[in-house]
DNA sequence: ACCATGAATACAAACATTTGCGCAAATTTT
DNA sequence: AAAATTTGCGCAAATGTTTGTATTCATGGT
């Protein structure tokens, strides 16, 4: 009972008439009689046709699949994110194929060229904590495949991204919590190879000088997102002689981790230390003692935007004067 | 400088020798002398040749990808597994596309029947919460599209599936806190249409009757995994006139939402009632206060198992004598 | 009666790859 | 030295679909 091998040709050896013309008949191409037509889509439902995706890749070079890479699918940010890439994504009829660097280079690259050898359509991807270069994403261009950035973007302006508008999300927090009348504030960043980390300093660095609280070099850290390194920096802070009073985190997963290691050095997380984070992650609304505020990113409404920018090139695909495009989503600052 | 172009027409013309000698000479073929080769595997190096998979699956009627549609990718247990699909099914050159299904059913359909127009090679399903009946998925097999369940598996002797030993899981579980002196024990369960929601209560019930307990018939409850029922479930526990002193939940998530009803009542988890949950997700390392104990039920190894059958399945696609295989991966209660 | 027009359909090439078969030349066996 | 086998490679068909061009047939205008 395998239905898989009926093509065209039966439907038209069934009925007579050529091949081409059942193709333009499934088609609905307008030089098609709609009797002949009728009498097509009657056969095909009737033999349980299904189109074979490999001959019709074959001729159009369209694979109707999307890359997506990102760093890790267990952080809600990014599941969220895909979800709203695979709601955008499959409403128009592709696929989505999703790859976890796991904030490795090496399994970002292997994963591009994976998309490149399976000749997917375009990209979304959130590049890795340890990617510097962009090596890869090169090869991407080369062959002519679009490719759209993903909260994790490159500095370089001539690519195609979607990001928060970090920077101000960053100058929010820091005001609230100036605001609360705390005035030794730390940051506990990403690592300084994401552009995101920079810009969560800038803001961070903005809004402390424009109340005229002055910035100390040592309360500044950054984690490469590992939880041992998380740990690691965040006892670095507690050991200084000036303790912070708050502590802006990187993202939540970063905080959660702060402040465990608050509580195993005694120091009461949000009463000794006060946490903002960003990412406002529901499992935040799970927790007793979650970080007083977090900055709410949209992922999904950001995947969205990036499937929707990504669609958008794939189908202009022919015309080369589309200059990158780079929409910013805004943040809001939820006060828990 | 679009690469992609580059076929084994093109190696075949620089060194002047036929297609068909390419093709072999590029799949080892023992036929081809060993210096046509080198030059083969140099030029298509140079050329930066990139085999088309579309030409491939249209001879050989392989995708060499494997289609996974799970309830959400949000939840860490499927992410978790997925982690151990991809690293199985990647490392033999497979594909993986994912597709959620919230737990509707109407989604779950759509994924499988993009599935089959795809021609995955196979497919890794967990059934949604609103699955009763198996129409789309007795398709998958009229294509003879290789098919393996994980977790949430259909009662049916005759098909794949990996799951977890829910029952003795469940068991353990119960016995754990009838063994600290609870009597009063309640199961916040899922839909009744899952079987491992009845593996569940399988255990439970076994665990009190082992015991010597009572069961109440007010204890038992299910949810339908939406937060709203599960909040109000709880509630229901809570309303009793003898309120339970602990509650078996469904998964983490559940467990999560059910103490949150508590606080709403002014109940204290794990003090005035006691949780303990199934999946033992790493979130529940970053609460203060987690279920006292939860079924750490290997997610990852899972997804592993699943994949290595499920390639097993397709490598032996021919054989038609292969039986369906369950693979029963243990747990383990972890005391928090 | 003749040509132009247009509709409806047919023909065939093209897409990139695999593979059965065949044909030489080279090597081994008798 | 003839026969048999092996080695190395080319030819061409086949996979299922799309699409440019050709063909047929009828209609209508002159």
Redesign the interface.
């Known amino acids: 009972?395998?239905?898989?091998q009926v093509t065209i040709k039966d439907i038209a050896q069934e009925l007579g008439i050529a091949i081409s013309t059942v193709s333009r008949a499934l088609q609905n191409h307008p030089r098609i009689g709609l009797k002949t037509k009728e009498q097509v889509f009657e056969v095909a439902k009737r033999l349980n046709y299904?189109?074979?995706?490999?001959?019709i890749?074959?001729r159009k070079?369209k694979?109707y699949?999307v890359g997506v890479v990102f760093p890790h699918?267990?952080e809600?940010f990014f599941?969220?994110a895909?979800?709203g890439i695979?709601d955008v994504i499959?409403a128009q009829g592709y696929?989505?194929?999703?790859?976890?660097s796991r904030d490795k280079l090496e399994r970002e690259n292997r994963a591009i060229k994976?998309f490149?050898?399976?000749?997917v359509d375009g990209v979304i991807a959130s590049i890795s904590a340890e990617t510097t270069q962009y090596y890869s994403f090169k090869e991407l261009e080369?062959?002519?495949i679009p490719l759209v950035f993903f909260d994790r973007v490159p500095k370089d302006v001539a690519v195609n991204k979607v990001r928060g508008n970090i920077v101000e999300a960053a100058f929010e927090a820091t005001s609230f919590l100036a605001k609360k009348g705390i005035t030794k504030i730390a940051i506990l960043n990403g690592p300084s190879n994401l552009e995101i980390s920079n810009e969560r300093l800038e803001g961070y660095w903005k809004a402390l000088k424009s109340l005229n609280l002055s910035i100390f070099q040592q309360y500044i850290k950054s984690t490469d997102l590992t939880n041992e390194d998380t740990f690691k920096k965040m006892e670095e802070l507690m050991a200084l002689p000036e303790q912070p009073q708050a502590v802006l985190c990187f993202n939540d997963y970063v905080a959660?981790?702060a402040?465990?290691s608050c509580?195993q050095k005694g120091v009461i997380p949000n009463t000794d230390i006060h946490f903002v984070s960003f990412a406002n992650l529901?499992?935040t609304?799970?927790?007793?003692?979650p970080p007083i505020a977090s900055v709410e990113q949209f992922a999904y409404k950001m995947g969205e935007q990036a499937a929707i920018l990504l669609l958008k090139i794939i189908d202009a695909k022919q015309d080369k004067t589309l200059i990158p495009e780079e929409i910013i989503i805004d943040t809001e600052l939820i006060i828990h």
């Open positions: 009972m395998q239905k898989s299904v189109p074979n995706p490999a001959a890749l074959l070079n694979t699949t699918l267990q809600e599941s969220q895909i979800t695979e499959s696929n989505v194929v999703i790859s976890q994976s490149i050898s399976s000749r080369n062959y002519g959660l981790f402040m465990q509580r529901p499992i609304a799970y927790l007793d003692n």
